[in-house]
Each structure stands twice: as structure tokens, then as C-alpha cells.
């Protein structure tokens, strides 16, 4: 998917508030990871890709702004934009925080990379690569092979066109920009053939970094099971998820006010690395806020509009359903291994109950719906688990059912 920045002057160009709306929940929700990871490891490159992000954003939402309205012609129809603008609205949110956990980066906290690693572990790092004039043709596929190693390319930028996701077939220019993600080993062999030297790990003694590095984990994934929750409310127009939203969005203010104390504490952080500290707890706990505006519309009794089911079934983080057979009844979660093949699962229905984070030890039963989530590259094996016009067909009919028991 490619994507034009734009410049300081706005120009109105029509574009479907459906490719709009998606765009900027694939972006919001990279810009998550990237902002934590930036944190992480102190990679002002990284923050500086945040930055970029955030100035798309800025614009999709005045487009779609300007888009939606043009497009209400009746009460009806408003009402249900109401649910486009929250979401909109909260997409934005998320991606200004993101972007204010990354400016401290620049500004305030340096955590040590080889630190991080030792307590965040080497499973999942993140870098940015300058693609040299000596690799300009190259598709992605040719240069896994050349490495030797497969990693994720979250982000190809060039100039100021974004492409997210890019397929192996991708050819790179030139002066492309890269975030790319895998294990330290592997992330670190890969940039060493773009001539990106990233150096070996040290053991690390500053052990005061400790207590943000845990907050900055408590954060990432209380953050990103709040929005995630958030949209599986919206899809499945569940007032119960929606609550279960709310009551996230709570634990993080007391969360906040913990980690607050702890910061604080810590004698061996100076001034400067208590405040940067805190600033990124706050703006980790505005994305729980923006995760419970998005539920909103729906607590107050409006239907979302139809086009969110397609954004949320079709962006590069899906979600959607499958249905428990005969065959997997009595079987637990992990028995089911959807994890280890990259599929989430966020909450389970069972008629008119709903599990919500289901420990992995939980028994499901036939007739369960599985509400998961999974990248756009794993369609595929969706696909054989529950065919696409059967997914379609249980979402209606969750739809329906929990939009019947709110009226």
C-alpha cells in the first residue's frame, strides 16, 4: 500500500472514506509498535519515521473529515457516521501519543539498546535501513536470499511515498528507507549487507533503566489489547467488550499512577530521565483513552456504519471469526495452536456469553465463535480454518444478535 505525505498546505483531493478510515488504522497501529520500540531501544531514526506517520494521519483525518460530511445527507446516515468520526477520531489520538512516546526519545531518554535486549529479550528488533545505490533493482525476495535471512519489513519509504508491508516481489531504489523487524541476530545480519553495522551486544551494568523498560512493557501490550478490544466491539457491536474496554482504560489510570510512584523512586534516574519517564506513561495511557472513545457511540445506543466491518476485516491487522467444530470440542486453546501459527485470539462467544483474553488452558466447545486477529499474510490459512462468506455470515449474525439485545 502506498501512501503520499503531504506538505504544510491542504488540498482536497475526493478519495472513499473507506481506503481513508482503513489507512489510518494500519497506520495508528504500526505507529504503536514503532514509538515503543523507538523507546526501547533509543533509535532516533526509528522515532523520526514516528514523526512522518504522524503528519500522514494529521492530513487523512482532515480528508476524511471533510469527505464524511459531504457524504451525510440524513439523519440516519449522520448517526451512523457519528461511529467513522469516533473511530477517526481515536486513530489520530493514538497516533499522537505514539508520536509523544517517541519524541522522548529524541529529547529526554536514552535507554542502552544491549539493556533493553537483556530484559525485552532478542525475539523481536527493530531497526531502520538506507537501501545504498549498490542494492537499487533488488526485490526483497532476491535479497533473502543473498542474507540468507527472512525478516518483516513493516515500513518502505520513499521520498514521501509510504508503502507498508511491502511484498517480497517489492524492488528497491536507492535512498529508500526501511524499518524492518526480526530477531537482533537476524536484523543485524540483514543491515550488515545494506552496510548498516550494527554492533554486538555488551553486557550492560545500568541497571536503573530497569523499572522504565517494565513500564514501557506493561504499557505496549495493556495499550494495544485496549485497541485491539476496541475494535472488536465495534466490529461485533458487543456492548460487553465495549465495557470491557472501559474497565482496561481504568486499570491503566491506576497503572499510570503506579508506575508514577516507581519513576519517582528511583534514585539513579536523573531529573530529565524521571520526566521523559513519565511522559511516555501518560501518553501510553491517552492511547487506552483513545481505544475507549472509539467504543463511545456504540455505549450510547448508535449503530457503527457498515464500512467498519470491511476496514476491520480487511486491514494488514485483521479481525475476524472462526466457528468450533466437532472435531476441536474439549480441546484447550493451546491444544489448538493458533498462536504458534500467528493468530490471536481476543475473546470467545458462547451464545449469548462472551470470554474476553481467554487464558490458554480454556476448553472450548462446538458452536464457540473465536474472535481472532492476524496479519493480512495469514488470509490464507484463515481461509482453510473458516471460508470467508461463512465469516461473513457469523459476523452478521453476531451483529444482529447483540444489536437486537442493546434496543
Known amino acids: 500500500m502506498g501512501a503520499d505525505d503531504t506538505s504544510n498546505e491542504f488540498e482536497y483531493k475526493p478519495r472513499p472514506v473507506k481506503a481513508i478510515l482503513k489507512e489510518m488504522k494500519n497506520l495508528s ?150 524499518v524492518v523487524r526480526g530477531t537482533f541476530s537476524n536484523v543485524r545480519q540483514f543491515s550488515k549487507y545494506f552496510g548498516v553495522n550494527i554492533t554486538d551486544r555488551e553486557e550492560v551494568l545500568e541497571k536503573k533503566y530497569k523499572p522504565i523498560v517494565n513500564m514501557l512493557l506493561s504499557f505496549k501490550r495493556i495499550s494495544r489489547v485496549c485497541v485491539d478490544l476496541a475494535y472488536v466491539a465495534v466490529l461485533t457491536r458487543s456492548e460487553d467488550i465495549a465495557k470491557k474496554v472501559q474497565e482496561l482504560e481504568e486499570y491503566t489510570d491506576l497503572l499510570l499512577d503506579q508506575v508514577s510512584e516507581e519513576i519517582f523512586r528511583e534514585k539513579d534516574l536523573t531529573l530529565k530521565e524521571r520526566l521523559g519517564g513519565l511522559w511516555i506513561a501518560i501518553a501510553s495511557e491517552d492511547i487506552a483513552d483513545a481505544a475507549a472513545e472509539m467504543v463511545e457511540p456504540l455505549l450510547k445506543g448508535l449503530e457503527p456504519h457498515p464500512l467498519l466491518t470491511d476496514i476491520i476485516g480487511k486491514a494488514d491487522e485483521r479481525i475476524s471469526v472462526i466457528e468450533i467444530d466437532e472435531k476441536d470440542h474439549g480441546r484447550t486453546l493451546n491444544q489448538l495452536k493458533y498462536s504458534e501459527k500467528g493468530i490471536k485470539i481476543l475473546a470467545v462467544k458462547r451464545r449469548d456469553e462472551w470470554y474476553v483474553l481467554p487464558r490458554e488452558d480454556f476448553e472450548v466447545c462446538k458452536g464457540d465463535i473465536l474472535i481472532i486477529k492476524y496479519s493480512a499474510e495469514l488470509e490464507p490459512l484463515v481461509e482453510q480454518l473458516e471460508h470467508e462468506e461463512d465469516r461473513e455470515e457469523i459476523i452478521e449474525e453476531i451483529q444482529e444478535a447483540e444489536w437486537e439485545e442493546e434496543e
Open 29 to 178: 497501529e504500526l505507529m504503536i509498535d514503532l514509538a515503543y520500540y523507538s523507546a526501547l531501544y533509543g533509535d532516533v531514526q526509528l522515532a523520526e519515521e514516528v514523526f512522518k506517520l504522524e503528519k500522514r494521519i494529521d492530513f487523512l483525518q482532515m480528508l476524511l473529515s471533510m469527505q464524511a460530511a459531504l457524504a451525510t445527507r440524513s439523519r440516519s446516515a449522520a448517526e451512523k457516521i457519528v461511529s467513522i468520526y469516533a473511530i477517526a477520531t481515536a486513530a489520530n489520538r493514538v497516533s499522537d501519543a505514539a508520536a509523544d512516546i517517541a519524541r522522548m526519545t529524541v529529547k529526554k531518554i536514552k535507554i542502552p539498546r544491549d539493556f533493553a535486549l537483556t530484559v525485552y529479550g532478542e525475539e523481536d528488533f527493530v531497526a531502520t535501513i538506507k537501501v545504498p545505490k549498490e542494492l537499487n533493482g533488488k526485490s526483497l525476495a532476491e535479497l533473502f536470499s543473498e542474507t540468507g535471512v527472512v525478516v518483516d519489513v513493516l515500513i518502505a519509504r520513499r521520498g514521501t511515498k509510504i508503502y507498508l508491508e511491502p511484498p517480497e516481489n517489492f524492488r528497491l531504489r536507492s535512498g529508500d528507507i526501511l
